[in-house]
């Protein structure tokens, strides 16, 4: 979290409030008395009393004269060596020297690291300073210790500890500014985090990550969507050895065992580095024990450390099919085909399943990595429970009340100032509670949305949208089971040159449906499957030809048997395969509408939709020139709506169409009837280039070739 200037945070254990957000400022005495003090500036002054040496920038002009000399620790009297590290120190910031203690912090750690520097760990596990701090301040908790360590730099008069020498100002303290600091908060004792050092197991992944950057360079695995592949390639090439070991209660244990003899005066576990043994089990661990120390009595004992979670879970792809034994299901379905999984842990779990499935299985575990993005609430927030955002999906299926999402509030373990906000946060985004939605509507909003590349802000109304679109699917196939009749049965063959054209249309821009979602889904661009679907069944099926096939369903005329036959062959194909086609995004309400839908006669019928063929495309259904032509006459008439008068009352008017080419003269007589049926016009007469222009009309252009008139 980050911490204002000068705050005042309760932390366990401490009957008073600690400071924090301020920085201070005290000296470190010169071993030569000529040459003064260097003053240094932290948030943690109690870490000082583990300060192994003071770094400078090699170009601050200040300090060029004190490369390479000594300070003296005020407190133990240690050396602290003066070096120079460009990569640490900020010359701008503070006094341009920064104090390092490489054992509790972990940019000092790598400062450490670099310079072979000493690490002092002055506290215990329980958070007090133990007896490398010194006896001044050891058994103290760590912020008691800040203020003694504060009172005890006034108290100092700056004598130096080697030579005697005196200086005016009589005190080691300097200053206390105001200073913005980010502070490590446990999120379950909300106590303070320091870092420290303790003894872990590693393993060093260069050769693994290489293996892992190869396989994706080289397409053995592909990352889906392909922009994360970047990602990949920047943690795995600059990747650090892997520290496995947790100290926690639940988790595998490390297969590590230490060896203690029966004459070792030290017993401690892990006091001797060399008496490790890692074995796959305790008989292998005895035996390599005896080799190493032949003819000794030993006592083994295993490592209470766990494995990280992460390297648990990267055996997965392993575990699952029986390894490390050689299973018929590893040798059958290793590799795998398709990982999906959150782009959040692309690293963390997925490139370690590929580091551990080359290095273990032989080969990558899979050859598609499809990563989803993160759901946040409607105004783009992360999910967190303080802010109250969190959405369950069962509510969003079944549907809760205000006061029921409060209560639940009030039922976790928040603490009072988060409760309140998550209150407030629940009553402005839900104030009547979220609606039943139903599981058809949240996967295919979910899906929809995926769109928004990394991140999905999931409004809750755009899910009740969805539920408002089965239920119109609902009434579309009931009206087909309705007009279908009991007595009817779907023909084997259907022979689609034959049918009327709104029928041919409605095959023809199925058939691209088809096609756009079959390769949308083989791309992994689930939202173009999901348009293509919605568009299909919304705006071309329900929309046009539902209503452009009722004069001739609601006609017994004998005149129209033949059509009426056909109309009914298209809606039962387009229910049919409308079905199968939306089926994985909406699987629940698909299989009871697919139920209803009766089966051609001789055809082996499936148990369920699930079982049934995913549709694909049917060549003889395409009609690109005639479909062309109603999506003209379609466009049109959408444009004329736009023109007409607001009104309460719903008035068939009189429309023109000006033609300027044979060609579009002949595609809007063909379609006149379609046109008066799908739009509140009373006729549609054609007009040449050479008649007059109807007074009184609102004009539309469709092309450069089609003009209409609606009279007003």
């Not at 959408?638 to 169409?657: G, I, Q, W």
Request: glycine share 6%.
């Amino acid at each position: 979290m980050i911490v204002g200037c000068s705050a005042s945070l309760k932390v366990p254990g401490y009957s008073t409030p600690v400071h924090f957000g301020v920085l201070i400022s005290f000296a470190y005495p010169l071993d030569e008395g000529g040459l003064g003090e260097i003053i240094v500036a932290t948030t943690r002054i109690e870490t000082m009393l583990g300060d192994t040496t003071i770094a400078v920038h090699p170009e601050d002009k200040r300090y060029k004269h004190l490369h390479g000399r000594y300070a003296i620790h005020p407190f133990n009297g240690r050396k602290l060596k003066i070096i120079c590290d460009a990569v640490l120190v900020d010359p701008t910031f503070g006094t341009g020297a920064v104090k390092i203690t490489p054992a509790h912090d972990p940019n000092d750690f790598e400062v450490g690291k670099r310079h072979n520097l000493e690490f002092i760990n002055i506290f215990t596990d329980d958070g007090k300073i133990n007896s490398n701090g010194g006896t001044q301040f050891e058994g103290m908790p760590k912020f008691t210790a800040r203020v003694a360590v504060i009172e005890a730099l006034k108290l100092i008069e700056r004598v130096l500890i080697v030579l005697v020498f005196f200086f005016a100002d009589n005190s080691l303290y300097k200053d206390t500014k105001k200073n913005e600091m980010s502070l490590g908060i446990c999120s379950r004792s909300n106590d303070v985090v320091k870092p420290t050092m303790k003894p872990q197991w590693f393993v060093n992944c260069n050769t693994m990550a290489k293996a892992g950057v190869d396989a994706v360079r080289s397409k053995k695995i592909e990352i889906i969507p392909q922009q994360y592949e970047q990602d990949w390639y920047r943690w795995l090439e600059n990747i650090r050895d892997w520290c496995v070991s947790r100290q926690l209660w639940w988790g595998h244990r490390v297969p590590a065992k230490y060896v203690t003899l029966e004459d070792d005066q030290v017993t401690d576990l892990g006091s001797n580095n060399e008496r490790w043994i890692v074995a796959r089990n305790e008989s292998d661990a005895n035996l390599e024990a005896k080799q190493k120390y032949p003819g000794k009595k030993f006592q083994l004992n295993q490592d209470p450390d766990v494995l990280d979670t992460w390297f648990s879970s990267g055996l997965f792809p392993l575990t699952v099919l029986g390894w490390p034994d050689d299973t018929a299901d590893l040798r059958a379905f290793y590799p795998g085909s398709v990982l999906e999984t959150g782009l959040d842990i692309l690293f963390f779990w997925v490139a370690r399943m590929v580091m551990m499935g080359m290095q273990l299985g032989g080969d990558v575990p899979f050859e598609k990595v499809y990563l989803h993005p993160m759901i946040r609430d409607a105004h783009g927030r992360k999910i967190s429970k303080s802010l109250g955002n969190v959405i369950d999906p069962l509510d969003v299926i079944n549907g809760i009340t205000l006061e029921e999402l409060l209560k639940r509030l009030e039922e976790g373990n928040l603490d009072p100032n988060e409760l309140e906000i998550a209150r407030e946060g629940k009553k402005k985004d839900f104030p009547d509670g979220i609606p039943e939605c139903g599981t058809n509507a949240l996967r295919f909003a979910l899906i929809s949305y995926t769109s928004q590349s990394d991140k999905i802000n999931l409004d809750i109304k755009r899910v009740v949208g969805y539920r408002q679109w089965c239920n119109k699917l609902w009434n579309a196939i009931r009206f087909a089971m309705v007009k279908l009749g009991g007595q009817y049965t779907p023909p084997a063959t259907v022979v689609v040159s034959q049918m009327p054209p709104i029928c041919k249309w409605i095959l023809s821009v199925l058939n691209k449906a088809i096609g756009k979602t079959v390769s949308s889904l083989e791309a992994y661009k689930f939202t173009d499957a999901t348009s293509a679907i919605y568009s299909w069944w919304q705006y071309q099926l329900c929309d046009v030809f539902i209503e452009a096939i009722k004069p001739y369903l609601f006609n017994d005329s004998q005149e129209f048997e033949s059509a009426r036959a056909a109309c009914r062959d298209a809606l039962w194909i387009c229910q049919d395969t409308g079905l199968r086609l939306l089926h994985p995004f909406m699987p629940y309400v698909r299989e009871e509408l697919w139920q209803w839908l009766p089966q051609p006669k001789y055809s082996c019928r499936k148990g369920s939709i699930m079982l049934s063929e995913y549709p694909s495309v049917v060549k003889e259904w395409a009609y690109d020139n005639l479909e062309n032509g109603i999506d003209m006459v379609l466009d049109t008439l959408n444009k004329l709506r736009s023109r007409r008068p607001p009104t309460n009352t719903n008035e068939r008017r009189p429309t023109f169409a000006l033609c300027r080419s044979q060609e579009i003269a002949a595609i809007v007589q063909c379609y006149q009837y379609l046109a008066v049926t799908l739009s509140s016009i009373s006729s549609l007469k054609l007009l040449a280039e050479s008649d007059q222009t109807p007074p009184d009309c609102a004009t539309a252009v469709a092309n450069k070739h089609l003009s209409v008139y609606l009279q007003l």
